[in-house]
C-alpha cells in the first residue's frame, strides 16, 4: 500500500489510518490472541523479555497492510507483566487492542480457536480470517511445547504448528542446535507475512533466524 510510505500525508493521517484498519480487523479478522494466563510461571528477566515481544509484535501490526485485530488474554492489571508492559513499552495504555482478565477459551467459541504450538501433529495450512489464532504468551523452552500443547487439549481446542518441517531443513551447525520454538513476535511476523503473500517459504525466512539452525529446503547446495 503507497499510502504508507507517502511523504505528503501526515502523521495524523497514518494514524488514522492504522487505526482504520485496526478495527477493521477486529471485526472481519483476522484475530490473534496472547495468552499470557501462564506468565505467573515467570521470572522477572523472562517478563522483561516478553514485554519486549509484545512491544515488537505490535509494532509490526501496526505496519501491515492486513493487520491482526490483537487481544490480551488472561491479562490483569495486579500482574507483574502488566507492570512491565507500561514499565518498558511507551504508550502501551493507548495500545489499539483488548486487554481481558478472561481466558482466550471463554471468550470466543471453541471451534474457532486454534492454538499455535510446536508440538501440534498438524502443519497450518493457511491463515482463516474466521479462526482466532492463540499463541502462548511463555519465553521459556524448556516448558513452552509442554504448557501449551498441554493446555489446548484440555480444552479440546484445535492446534498447529508453523511448517517448519514441510519448507525448511535441517543446517548443520558447531553446536548442533536446532529450535522450532520462536518468540511470540518472531511468530507474528511470519503470520504476517503469509497473510499478506500466501507463500510460506516467503513467511518463514521473515521469522525463522538463522541461529534457530534452519534453512529453507531451495537454499540448500
Not at 494514524?15 to 515467570?42: F, N, Q, V, W, Y
Not at 493446555?151 to 548443520?172: D, G
Not at 551447525?173 to 503469509?194: C, M, P, R
Request: charge should be neutral; hydrophobic fraction near 35%.
Amino acid at each position: 500500500m503507497v499510502l504508507s510510505i507517502c511523504p505528503q500525508h501526515s502523521k495524523r493521517f497514518l494514524r488514522a489510518l492504522t487505526k482504520e484498519k485496526l478495527l477493521e480487523a477486529k471485526h472481519s479478522g483476522p484475530r490473534l490472541c496472547i495468552d499470557l494466563s501462564m506468565s505467573h510461571h515467570m521470572s522477572k528477566k523472562e517478563l522483561s523479555r516478553l514485554a519486549g515481544q509484545i512491544r515488537r509484535l505490535y509494532g509490526s501490526n501496526k505496519k501491515a497492510d492486513r493487520p491482526f485485530w490483537i487481544c490480551l488474554t488472561g491479562f490483569t492489571t495486579d500482574s507483574p507483566i502488566y507492570e512491565e508492559c507500561l514499565r518498558m513499552n511507551d504508550g502501551f495504555s493507548s495500545y489499539l487492542l483488548d486487554i481481558t482478565e478472561e481466558d482466550c477459551f471463554s471468550l470466543f467459541p471453541l471451534e474457532t480457536l486454534v492454538y499455535l504450538t510446536p508440538d501440534s501433529e498438524h502443519a497450518l495450512e493457511d491463515v482463516d480470517l474466521n479462526k482466532v489464532y492463540i499463541l502462548g504468551g511463555l519465553v521459556d523452552e524448556s516448558i513452552q511445547k509442554k504448557v501449551t500443547f498441554q493446555k489446548a487439549r484440555e480444552y479440546c481446542v484445535k492446534t498447529a504448528r508453523l511448517p517448519i518441517q514441510e519448507y525448511m531443513v535441517r543446517n548443520h551447525n558447531g553446536k548442533n542446535y536446532h529450535s522450532e520454538i520462536l518468540a511470540i513476535n518472531q511468530v507474528f511476523d511470519i503470520l504476517s507475512t503469509y497473510l499478506e503473500t500466501h507463500n510460506w517459504p516467503e513467511a518463514l525466512k521473515k521469522g525463522v533466524s538463522s541461529g534457530k539452525g534452519y534453512i529453507l529446503r531451495n537454499s540448500v547446495e
